[in-house]
């Protein structure tokens, strides 16, 4: 079984300034690994995934995310934020073996932006 | 355009009435997902299907049923078992189970 920690439950930032949000994992195998974004009273939307290759992965909104495997962490980051990232933030892991692969999803981090 | 459908948006039930959600999908995955959101809970898994005429249960199943004879829709429903039904539930879909999943836009379902 997989699990997801998502350190910081609420994120305020002032505009312009650069975020990060922390996502550390657990598993006893590989994993992908990815991050959601929800606007309020919507569904879920994909920023980005980590298959496999470059730990760096790039995603949608100018947000970014490093993989680090002896970490177990994956880490949101965007170098300026916008009043329009105000929105809570799902990390997620699905396990690489065989059988269905569940997806665990972390409890969500709600990022403020502040003007 | 490719997604996923849910309906309605918002649903009141009164104790004790069954009520089904609604989720239609062309983008032609097999795979399909009932969660359960709550504040600060995240999401939790009511049940998935890998494929047509084939479904489990998840972590939440109790008070649930779902279906799937087409691929495109795999509707739920939620019974008078369910003790505490309140709650915002999405629906999702992925080319196969453990890729990225596409969501739906959620029903509110509120019990009167």
């Known amino acids: 079984a997989q699990s997801v920690t998502q350190l910081d439950s609420q994120v305020p930032v002032f505009e312009e300034a650069p975020v990060e949000l922390r996502c550390n994992y657990s598993s006893s195998v590989s994993v992908y690994l990815f991050w959601y974004v929800q606007y309020p009273n919507q569904g879920l939307q994909l920023l980005l995934k980590?298959?496999?290759?470059?730990?760096l992965v790039k995603g949608i909104n100018g947000f970014e995310a490093e993989f680090n495997k002896s970490q177990t962490s994956f880490h949101l980051r965007k170098p300026s934020v916008h009043i329009s990232d105000t929105a809570e933030y799902f990390c997620a892991v699905s396990p690489l073996n065989e059988g269905y692969q569940k997806v665990t999803f972390g409890i969500g981090t709600k990022l403020q932006v502040i003007p | 355009d490719g997604g996923i459908t849910q309906s309605p948006k918002y649903l009141f039930r009164k104790e004790g009435q069954n009520v089904t959600l609604s989720c239609e999908q062309n983008l032609n995955h097999d795979a399909m997902y009932w969660y359960r959101q709550d504040p600060g809970q995240g999401l939790r898994l009511i049940y998935y299907?890998?494929?047509?005429?084939?479904?489990q249960k998840g972590d939440i199943a109790e008070g649930y049923s779902v279906s799937r004879e087409k691929k495109e829709s795999f509707p739920l429903t939620v019974t008078s078992a369910q003790k505490n039904p309140t709650a915002f539930y999405l629906c999702?879909?992925?080319?196969?189970?453990?890729?990225?999943?596409?969501f739906g836009p959620g029903t509110r379902l509120t019990v009167l």
């Open positions: 299907s890998q494929i047509v005429n084939d479904f």
């Open positions: 980590y298959l496999s290759g470059s730990t």
């Open positions: 999702a879909s992925s080319i196969r189970p453990g890729n990225e999943q596409f």
